[in-house]
């Protein structure tokens, strides 16, 4: 599978972005498909998931109530919708997704997944 992720850019605090994750060589929808970040000096956080089999949603306590992941199959592309963003949400998103992986409520681990796309920056700055 090969990724691509867009959406990223520079927003003020409270201001909103969607970032798209598009998937070749493989259909996201028979894949469990998550976005990770990673700020400068920090662990690869995983923050959202999307589960294959039945459509249900992971999020981390860091982003839950802001954020939103969502699956557009027809367009083999899963997108993270980010609304209220903070200072701290500043970071390198990446798209990940794995054929195998029921995401629930444990914490996402990035060695779950096999497939990473290069990532994208989001900045958030007055």
């Known amino acids: 599978v090969q990724i691509v992720e867009s959406g990223g850019g520079l927003v003020q605090p409270g201001g909103s972005l969607r970032l798209s994750c598009a998937a070749s060589g493989s259909t996201l929808d028979v894949h469990a498909a998550a976005w990770f970040r990673q700020a400068p000096g920090k662990e690869?956080?995983?923050?959202?998931?999307?589960?294959?089999?039945?459509?249900?949603?992971?999020?981390?306590d860091s982003v839950k109530g802001r954020f939103t992941i969502s699956r557009e199959n027809g367009k083999n592309t899963v997108y993270l919708q980010m609304n209220s963003l903070k200072f701290e949400d500043t970071a390198v998103y990446y798209c990940a997704t794995d054929p195998d992986l029921y995401c629930s409520g444990d914490p996402l681990n990035p060695a779950d997944f096999t497939s990473w796309g290069s990532g994208t920056q989001v900045s958030v700055s007055s």
């Open 44 to 60: 690869r956080e995983g923050i959202s998931c999307i589960n294959r089999s039945d459509g249900s949603e992971y999020y981390a």
